[in-house]
């Protein structure tokens, strides 16, 4: 084991000191190299180590350089050092995070985490939390919590009678709601197009002067971070009218909340914390493993309301136990990796990744403007929205972009307009790395355009 194990470790460090200078997409000859790894499955055991070097040998070559600095895709970061040493950690201790018996240092670390958590983000004192998956599943914990409040108040007990023949809920979001809160609505039963969609501005902010008339059985999602402009919905002004008529705030901060973390970014995160829960992603800008997100929830009975299950067998202390917060019984133990995330980075180096990777996004912006391209958005956090051109243009850039490997991003519609998005998210990425990546897509832009 003590050899297989060390091996490893030197695989694994090579591939990482590889991720500066490879191509951060695998070559087609890779990806065809993975047929390598199927056939008949062996009938006889095999050396691990051997397994482990075929793994290496065909796989890494096959990945995309997502842990590498000029990722620039979807909103992916990268793994910090302190997270990914304890996620192997972790993998040794082989912890199931479900209950205190079965796991005292799990649950104990979601404690410490969640504590951390509502200190950093400035949430409510007292909020409870579920370790989940990532923002689709902390979306879906948190409106399921939700769900159950609200109807408890009509007095209708959903997780007892279902949803056939309950009182109707209102639910509200706006019209740049990202696609996953609309899933999580549709496996709650609440449906995609039952929801009133509030239009949005020219960044995609919900319009406070279009909410239409709110009540104590609406549940009002809106949102901390817009996928393609990084905006932020006014939630001061729509926590405050929800307050008045008792409905639920639900906001979806996958990437955004951690904003809150930068005395220079807060301000666009004022009044969010007056909502009643709180979907957060912890494998995009906070950087460790995936996967990993938080539901939070500003009054932990309803949370424990939904998730709660007991048997005989089950074990349940009176202390808090993780699994009466989540979908899951037996699962992962996430919190691990997120202790070591905050505690090697500490408030102060939390607080320099957020403001440096906004600072590289708008040095992306200077340098690509500069350039004579246009850009879409206000840059306000880590995201940019650049056009080339035409959308023929724009997505021929694109394309090009992505095959180069010097970087990588992806493409979206904007308002309309075809564009290329870049989310600058991984602790990785130096100024330098921008700058390299800014120079590439100049040049293969500059060179299409002119064919
Ligand atoms: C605003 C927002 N909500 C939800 C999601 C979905 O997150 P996940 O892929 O972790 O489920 C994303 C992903 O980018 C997002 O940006």
Redesign the pocket.
């Known amino acids: 084991m003590e050899k297989l194990l060390a091996e490893t470790a030197s695989r694994a460090t090579r591939y990482l000191a590889s991720l500066p200078e490879r191509s951060v997409v695998p070559s087609p000859v890779s990806v065809a190299a993975l047929e390598k790894l199927g056939g008949p499955l062996p009938e006889s055991p095999a050396d691990p180590a051997q397994v482990l070097a075929l793994l290496d040998d065909i796989g890494s070559p096959a990945t995309v350089a997502t842990a590498g600095p000029r990722y620039f895709g ?2 992916i970061g990268g793994t910090l050092p302190a997270a990914l040493a304890a996620n192997w950690l972790a993998g040794a201790w082989d912890q199931n995070g479900a209950m205190q018996i079965s796991s005292p240092v799990a649950a104990r670390l979601e404690e410490i985490v969640l504590q951390w958590t509502i200190d950093l983000l400035d949430l409510p004192a007292g909020s409870g939390a579920g370790f989940v ?7 879906f914990t948190s409106l399921a919590a939700a769900r159950t409040a609200l109807l408890k108040r009509a007095g209708w007990n959903v997780e007892e009678d279902g949803l056939f023949g309950a009182p109707p809920i209102d639910v509200v979001v706006g019209d740049e709601v ?4 609309l899933k999580a609505l549709s496996l709650l039963g609440f449906g995609r197009s039952r929801v009133t969609r509030i239009p949005v501005d020219n960044q995609g902010r919900m319009r406070f002067d279009a909410l239409p008339p709110l009540n104590d059985r609406t549940l009002l999602c809106i ?5 393609n402009t990084g905006a932020f919905d006014p939630a001061a002004q729509i926590c405050a009218r929800a307050r008045d008529a008792n409905a639920w705030v639900h906001v ?5 909340l951690w904003g809150a973390l930068s005395p220079q970014y807060a301000p666009l995160l004022a009044g969010f914390n007056a909502a009643d829960s709180w ?1 957060i ?1 912890c ?2 800008w906070l950087n460790v493993p995936y ?1 990993s ?1 938080l539901a939070v929830v500003r009054e932990p009975k309803h949370l424990q309301a939904a998730m709660s299950i007991s048997a005989a067998y089950l074990t349940s202390s009176n202390m808090r136990e993780p699994w009466h917060y989540v979908p899951e019984s037996s699962r992962r133990a996430r919190a691990i990796e997120l202790w070591a995330a905050m505690r090697s980075l500490g408030r102060a180096g939390l607080r320099e990744l957020i403001e440096r990777n906004c600072r590289q996004a708008r040095l992306f912006a200077q340098l690509l403007a500069d350039a004579g391209f246009s850009i879409l958005n206000d840059v306000v956090l880590n995201q940019v929205l650049v056009s080339f051109g035409t959308a023929d243009q724009t997505r021929a850039i694109i394309a090009a972009i992505q095959s180069d490997g010097t970087c990588w991003c992806g493409g979206t519609q904007w308002q309309g307009n075809t564009a290329m998005r870049i989310s600058v998210s991984s602790w990785a990425t130096t100024d330098e790395d921008v700058r390299r990546s800014a120079d590439a897509m100049v040049k293969i832009a500059r060179q299409l355009l002119t064919r």
Request: charged content about 15%; hydrophobic content about 40%; aromatic content about 6%.
């Open positions: 979807f909103v998956t990532g923002t689709t599943m902390a979306n990202h696609v996953s809160l949102q901390a971070g817009n996928v979806d901060g996958a990437f955004g979907a992603d494998h995009k996967d997100g």
